[in-house]
């Protein structure tokens, strides 16, 4: 998958892949809003990327969950944008939500995987993501594509809104480069710490996954993968909820994983990660590498590259999919087709 994103973060492939977006620009410039439709992981990549755009397109967007959305009676007119993000293509409950918006003449814009599947012959407009055959039914490296394609679609939409100062637009489009190389970093450098702990908790019978801002939907998307593949249960969270139920439950047979890195709120999260250590919870955390004060509230740390705020993210979820991999593997589950799940889920 990275090597194929490093593929579309030249100047020339970017201008191919963001094509799609100068299909409906004046439908994206004047929307009043944008509505996102998806499922499961697709889901969290469109929660990420509804605190994307509004940050650097001050537009208003809402993140739906299709299989809900569907069956609602939304107020959608030809003003608004929906964002369709699923990596089959073929998920029904997203399917038949735009079917019920576009018939409301929304525009449709499909973010997608496989080429030609119904979710892009719906659509009006769209990016595909390209990150070849999914081995595994849960979602992973559709996940990375996703982030990335969706990252892309905030900045130039800024282009077009005027809403972010170009210095910054470029500022983002040159760290999302960078990407490539420091999942690899990732790749090389975490593993082996990450085999450790997997075997350490993987006798656990629940986590909690904990965020702030950017970083929220990651613990959402860190504890779902757990779920599918591990049959751990997990729940993902925003770290200033706990303290409104969640924190029941800390005691010290609960570990608690922390999506840290460095960002506006990095001080209250490591104000949370203090009261889980209060509680004597266990903390496992990812963390921007010289986080010395994150490192030293941690029973285990997972350290990855500083980067742009908006770019941790992306970088923050590897270290989760790896974890909850190497947890299934050392509970022996086929981590590649997990009980119950379907790759594409079309009833
Ligand atoms: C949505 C989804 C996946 C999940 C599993 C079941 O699919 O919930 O996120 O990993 O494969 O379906 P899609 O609409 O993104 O194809």
Not at 195 to 214: N, P
Request: net charge negative; hydrophobic share 45%.
């Amino acid at each position: 998958i990275f090597d194929s994103l490093r593929g579309r973060l030249d100047p020339e492939s970017l201008n191919i892949t963001l094509s799609g977006l100068d299909k409906i620009k004046d439908k994206l410039i004047n929307a009043r809003r944008v509505i996102i439709v998806a499922c499961g992981t697709s889901w969290h990549a469109g929660l990420l990327a509804e605190y994307w755009i509004e940050e650097l397109c001050r537009l208003n967007v809402e993140v739906e969950y299709a299989s809900e959305f569907r069956y609602r009676n939304p107020i959608i007119t030809s003003d608004d944008v929906i964002i369709a993000i699923s990596q089959s293509g073929e998920t029904a409950d997203t399917l038949v939500a735009l079917e019920n918006a576009k018939a409301q003449g929304a525009t449709i814009f499909g973010i997608v995987n496989v080429v030609g599947s119904s979710i892009a012959r719906i659509s009006d407009a769209g990016i595909y993501t390209h990150a070849g055959p999914e081995i595994g039914v849960a979602s992973t490296k559709a996940f990375s594509a996703q982030l990335t394609v969706l990252l892309l679609f905030a900045i130039k939409l800024a282009e077009f809104k005027n809403s972010t100062s170009e210095e910054i637009r470029k500022q983002l489009t040159k760290e999302l480069s960078t990407v490539p190389e420091k999942v690899k970093y990732i790749l090389d450098s975490t593993i082996e710490n990450i085999k450790v702990i997997a075997k350490k908790y993987q006798g656990a019978t629940d986590f909690l996954f904990l965020g702030r801002g950017y970083n929220f939907p990651i613990a959402l998307e860190g504890a779902l993968k757990l779920k599918e593949i591990s049959y751990i249960h997990a729940e993902g969270y925003p770290a200033a909820e706990m303290k409104h139920g969640p924190i029941a439950l800390v005691d010290e047979t609960l570990p608690v994983v922390f999506v840290a890195t460095k960002d506006r709120v990095h001080e209250k999260i490591v104000s949370n990660m203090q009261e889980i250590k209060a509680r004597s919870g266990k903390l496992i955390s990812v963390v921007t590498e010289d986080d010395q004060l994150a490192i030293s509230l941690s029973d285990e740390h997972i350290k990855i590259p500083a980067s742009h705020e908006m770019i941790a993210p992306i970088l923050a979820v590897i270290p989760l999919q790896i974890l909850s991999y190497y947890v299934g593997i050392e509970r022996q589950i086929d981590v590649d087709r997990p009980r119950n799940l379907a790759k594409s889920v079309t009833v």
